[in-house]
Nanobody, 116 residues
Framework: QVQLVESGGGLVQPGGSLRLSCTAS????????MGWYRQAPGKQRELVAT???????NYADSAKGRFTISRDNAKKTVYLQMNSLKAEDTAVYYC??????????WGQGTQVTVSS
């Protein structure tokens, strides 16, 4: 079965950086859109950034200018480089791979905590 394995979360001070990675394993043949979502305590899950296999990107306003999403299609991996982190970025971050219009795969989430 398809599994998404996330890594890179942790505790960082405001202004610091983290790089999240998410790699798919199993029988997945195409990934049309890869993305990162996050959910902070008491809030709904929100989109952070997406990237197509052709490299087209989209960012939430809160992430624009600070975060960069990238991918390695051969490795079926998506990355999220997060710079200038703020306390408001604290959340559980989930990767998402869309294989078809109706078939999405989700990672288990990785905790990002920005605190001094």
């Amino acid at each position: 079965q398809v599994q998404l394995v996330e890594s890179g979360g942790g505790l960082v001070q405001p202004g610091g950086s983290l790089r999240l990675s998410c790699t798919a394993s199993g029988s997945i043949f195409s990934i049309y859109v890869m993305g990162w979502y996050r959910q902070a305590p008491g809030k709904q899950r929100e989109l952070v950034a997406t990237i197509t296999t052709n490299g087209y990107t989209n960012y939430a306003d809160s992430a624009k200018g600070r975060f960069t999403i990238s991918r390695d299609n051969a490795k079926k991996t998506v990355y999220l480089q997060m710079n200038s982190l703020k306390a408001e970025d604290t959340a559980v971050y989930y990767c998402n791979f869309r294989a078809t219009l109706r078939l999405d795969y989700w990672g288990q989430g990785t905790q990002v905590t920005v605190s001094s």
